[in-house]
């Protein structure tokens, strides 16, 4: 059986922001001022809900150690070496999408892609 890792909080920084965004949609004097602050909610919104690799690794990484995976076992796992693994969870070597995924199968989770309109 697999779980999802799945990033869907926002910092207190990334919800005061939204929430000051919504303050002025309710102040708007126009509809079309409404509407295009509405439009800067969602955008902004989407962008702090979005995942980046490090996010990505960061939670890979916490998944490995909750397991107590040493990352000598995941490498011989993953067919890598220790010290590469280090480097990739530390951000100092940028994974290939391909690697992320064999990581995720390892600790038996997987990762999901969404595509959306932008």
Request: no cysteine; net charge negative; aromatic share 6%.
């Amino acid at each position: 059986m697999t779980h999802e890792i799945q990033k869907t909080n926002i910092s207190p920084e990334g919800a005061e922001e939204l929430y000051a965004l919504y303050e002025k949609i309710k102040e708007a004097d126009t509809l079309e001022q409404a509407q295009e602050l509405i439009d800067k909610f969602v955008r902004r919104k989407r962008e702090l809900e979005t995942m980046t690799y490090q996010d990505l690794i960061q939670d890979l990484a916490r998944e490995r150690q909750r397991q107590q995976v040493s990352q000598r076992e995941l490498a011989v796992s993953l067919q890598t070496k220790q010290p590469n693994l280090a480097r990739m969870e530390r951000g100092h070597q940028p994974p290939k999408i391909d690697t992320l995924q064999r990581y995720a199968e390892a600790l038996g989770k997987r990762i999901t892609w969404i595509l959306e309109d932008a």
